[in-house]
């Protein structure tokens, strides 16, 4: 890659342009639109707002996916985000950013990246993500059910969706004692149960920057009593109370954050109901936290879901439904409004299914 002797730094593992070019504030939107197409990488010495002007105008010119399919929705928007992350901006060592109006961007860098004593370059869409979620982990997000803020780190889903967090937070507790969180995330549904009185949590999860976000959280809660676990799914051992709010829908991710919505082919949904008989105590339950949105969109059937349970050896104690109350449920413009429109996230009350008494 011919970037100035910079380094490529992504944080999502997305390779380099091949060829890139310098340009300015003289070039024009229609001119960037068509090399960024080109898969040509256009590194930016501008003024800063000006290439945020440029991106947007750049995005303005993708096509619409308007009537595609679910699935030719996804690959255009992997297509979309490729196309815009071409335009490339500068980093001098410390994740200095040397253009005019540019803000200072250090900590955020430095937080996901750690420190830098060379040059680089970065794409400017992951750029102002980076600084989004810097910003998002020092503002903190407001939980109700807590009455406190989580803090997301970059690369952790954050809890802007309230209403799987209110879910947890009013479901009856079968017990108070133990508690597994699968898949915790920011730690948000651990810390809920923890200030509902349940006295021991372990939360597990794959990633290790969720799990440093969960330990985080905990801290600056005060809860004690939660243990971290980095493994796949369970911690050794059972409790009477497993919670789980895997990825909703069933497709491939395009990028590590969006690991926390999609999931393809429903491994961890699966995974998590197959051996969960193995790790809930007997009378216990399982809260399964789930949308309908994949059924609203056709990659899953209500039946296919309830033969999972089956095939597991599972019962269905009850189920706790709310609406959305997120501003894309009520966006127009979304290109999946249909569907939000329509959207049921429930709390599955699940139980091992009792052994038949013989004869």
Known sequence: MD??????????????PRHVVDIGDELTADEAYRLAVSGTGLTWHGDFPNARNLLAAMGRRCPSSAGKSFQDKRNHQARRARILGRLLVPLDP???????????????CTEVCGPSGTASLVSLPELLGVVGAHEWRVRGVEIPALGAKIHPHHGVFSPVRGEYVDLVAKSP??????????????????????????????????????????????????????????TDLFPPGRAPLIVCNPPW????????????????????????????????????????????????LGLRTRDQLLAAFRRSGLEVLGREDTRPKHPRAA???????????KEVTSL??????????PD
């Open 173 to 230: 507790l079968p017990a108070t004692e133990l508690a597994f969180d699968i898949g915790t995330g920011t730690g948000v549904l651990a810390a809920v149960l923890a200030h509902r009185g349940v006295q021991r949590i372990v939360a597990t999860d794959t990633e290790p920057r969720a799990l440093a976000c969960a330990r985080e959280n905990f801290e600056r809660l005060g809860f004690e009593g939660i243990e971290t676990l980095e």
């Open 94 to 108: 410390g994740h200095v950013l040397p253009l005019r109006r540019g803000p200072d961007v250090r900590a955020a």
């Open 348 to 357: 599955w009350r699940l139980t091992t299914r009792a052994a038949p008494v």
């Open 331 to 341: 966006d127009p413009r979304d290109p999946l409004h249909a569907a939000r429109a």
């Open 249 to 296: 829908l069933p497709a491939r991710a395009h990028t590590p954050l969006e690991r926390a919505v999609y999931d393809p082919g429903s491994r961890m949904l699966h995974a998590f109901l197959d051996r969960l008989p193995r790790h809930l105590t007997p009378g216990g339950e399982a809260w399964l936290i789930l949308s309908d949105l994949a059924e609203l």
């Open 3 to 16: 970037g100035g002797g910079r380094r490529w730094l992504t944080t999502t593992g997305t390779n380099p």
